[in-house]
């Protein structure tokens, strides 16, 4: 049996060695290296746990069996999943966070005595208020991330669910929430946590509801977020340090994540958690649609377009995940790098339904990352581009946003493919993206709009190049 | 007077968040989808509270509602932390550079 000294003291080399997990990220020659250190600190936070409480009953087998249980189940998925599903398994895990740390604190509620928080009905009063907090956020970040993965995956409609008093129903919600929290730990009551329970639940569904599809990255960000701070609140409770650390670290991560997010769209937190963005907008669109011309063309048009370019720049965005398109994508421009054709990619930070998405599958599909560009980096190139290939990207590359200081998304940043000598647009149809505005650049000059499967564009243009 | 232990975790935790958002900036952003699956499996040694409740119980009564609640953790953390790890890993090892590939 470890001392509470040293095991203290394991729990903190564990949470330094979380810290270094995520600084390795910050170069990709780095990163496994990092990933490496918070596997170890994962393993030394565990096994120090087993061995401070030295009680190897018969409920060690049980333990051991529901973590092989969880273990091979989440390995399973680890290997399974397509890197194109990496949203939804993102907001998956973020629920199960949510949902152990409240398993978590109801277990500490009802046996504070394992945990040394007093009595049950005499909980140590600041143990009470973190139980309560970690309990409270924790609940939200699963029933949110639920209707996250479910707007992901498509089961639900991402278009916002929005009805009247929605504000004020969230708000006195949230109030209650504290005033039972204050009640909670006055009359340590049984009845008030499950209630407190309850409604964090409910708010987590109703704050997530009103936020559109495209959102998604802002929200997955969010609870991201949220998860950590839920497990630092029981971090306080547990007085683990660990815990602490890497709540305090993923709770911070999280934000950051938000707020990049946010910028790339060039909205404030609270207009994207207020939610119903995608919903007015439509009808507005609708009216000034008029008929203006588009020149189309087909694969072989886009074929002598790019043999005579020097230089390619790519911009995917989310259609080519939908089209699994990647690996055709790289195909193409293996076929252009060997006609000595300069290739780049171009992402936009808010590609996808997740921060990074684009990248990780440019990465699958082998594309190697140095090719990979952020907007800041690359956006200048355009200029001195001859053919811009966009790929399943829509509002990402709307001059609009520079141009129409009415339009929805005027200030967002976006990628300048207008610039380019030649623009080749592969899309199936001239609808919408999902702000629901019509993208400007179908209607240059020298745009050349591709109407196709992306998939099968790619592949018939490699065929003719 | 004595310091409460509970300021100095709070500045552990305070301490910690400069830490994370410093850390977090200079993830360069081809990465933030292994940030967050990362985050998520360091998230989950939440599994050291689960494991405590686990244990609770005496060996005639290892069933007790508070030990499920700990059994059921134990099992949605471990999901996190093997799943979070390996898919990361599996990203990671994705990442190639240019003269590797050619």
């Known amino acids: ?465 | 007077m004595e310091i409460d232990p509970f300021i100095f975790r709070l500045s552990i935790f305070i301490l910690s968040i400069f830490i994370g958002y410093y850390v977090v900036w200079s993830v360069t952003p081809s990465l933030h989808t292994p940030l967050m699956s990362v985050t998520n499996a360091i998230s989950s040694v939440i599994i050291v509270g689960a494991i405590i409740a686990g244990l609770a119980g005496n060996s005639d009564a290892i069933l007790n509602t508070s030990s499920i609640f700990g059994f059921l953790a134990i099992s949605l953390a471990a999901i996190n932390i093997f799943g979070g790890f390996l898919v990361t890993q599996r990203m990671l090892a994705m990442y190639k550079k240019k003269n590797k590939d050619k």
């Not at chain 1, 399973?76 to 599903?85: G, L, N």
């Not at chain 1, 409270?136 to 209707?147: D, H, L, Q, W, Y």
């Not at chain 1, 076929?335 to 054709?341: A, F, M, R, V, Y």
């Open chain 1, 1 to 465: 049996m470890l001392s509470a000294n040293l095991s203290a003291t394991f729990y903190l080399i564990s949470g330094v060695l979380f810290i270094l997990a995520l600084r390795g990220l910050s170069s990709p020659e780095t990163s496994r290296q990092g990933n490496f250190f918070g596997i170890l600190g994962m393993i030394i936070a565990i096994t120090v746990t087993f061995l401070s409480i030295g009680n190897f009953s018969s409920g060690l087998v049980v333990v051991i069996i529901f973590l092989l249980i969880g273990g091979l189940i989440g390995a399973f998925i680890a290997y399974k999943i397509p890197m194109t599903a990496m949203p939804e398994l993102v907001a998956g895990f973020h629920s199960l966070v949510g949902l152990a740390a409240v398993f978590v604190a109801i277990a500490a509620f009802l046996n504070p005595e394992a945990f040394n928080l007093g009595k049950p009905g005499n909980i140590k009063l600041g143990s009470l208020i973190e139980m309560s907090i970690g309990a409270a956020v924790g609940a939200i970040t699963f029933s949110g991330s639920i209707i996250a993965f479910l707007k992901l995956q498509g089961i639900m409609s991402g278009s916002p669910i929005t009805f009247k008093g929605q504000h004020p129903l969230n708000a006195i919600i949230l109030i209650s929430i504290i005033v039972l929290t204050y009640l909670l730990c006055s009359t340590q009551s049984s009845n008030l946590f499950w209630i407190l329970l309850a409604i964090s639940f409910l708010i987590g569904f109703l704050l997530i509801i009103p936020i559109g599809g495209a959102d998604m990255p802002v929200v997955i960000s969010m609870l991201n977020s949220y998860s950590g701070w839920a497990a630092a609140g029981i971090g306080f409770t547990l007085e683990n340090t660990a815990l602490i650390i890497t709540g305090a670290l993923v709770g911070s991560s999280g934000a950051i994540l938000s707020y990049i997010m946010c910028k790339g769209m060039n909205r404030s937190f609270f207009n994207v958690i207020l939610g119903g963005f995608g919903a007015n907008e439509k009808s507005t669109s609708s009216q000034n649609k008029e008929q203006r011309p588009v020149k189309s063309g087909n694969a072989d048009d886009a074929a002598f377009l790019m043999k005579n370019a020097s230089s390619v720049i790519i911009v995917p965005g989310y259609g080519m995940a939908v089209a699994q398109a990647q690996h055709a994508l790289r195909e193409m421009v293996d076929t252009l790098k060997k006609n000595d054709i300069k290739v780049s990619y171009a992402i936009h930070p808010v590609a996808g339904r997740m921060p990074g998405h684009m990248n990780v599958l440019l990465a699958e599909a082998n594309v190697p990352y140095d090719e990979v560009f952020e907007l800041e980096e690359i956006n200048n190139d355009f200029a001195n581009a001859d053919v811009a290939f966009v790929i399943g990207a829509n509002d990402v590359t709307n001059p609009v946003a520079k141009t129409d200081p009415q339009s929805p998304i005027y200030g967002m940043p976006v990628l300048d493919v207008e610039k380019c000598k030649s623009v080749l647009f592969v899309k199936r149809s001239l609808s919408p993206g999902y702000a629901g505005i019509d993208n400007d650049l179908f209607y240059k000059e020298n745009t050349l709009m591709l109407f196709a499967d992306a998939k099968k564009m790619t592949e018939d243009i490699t065929k003719n190049l």
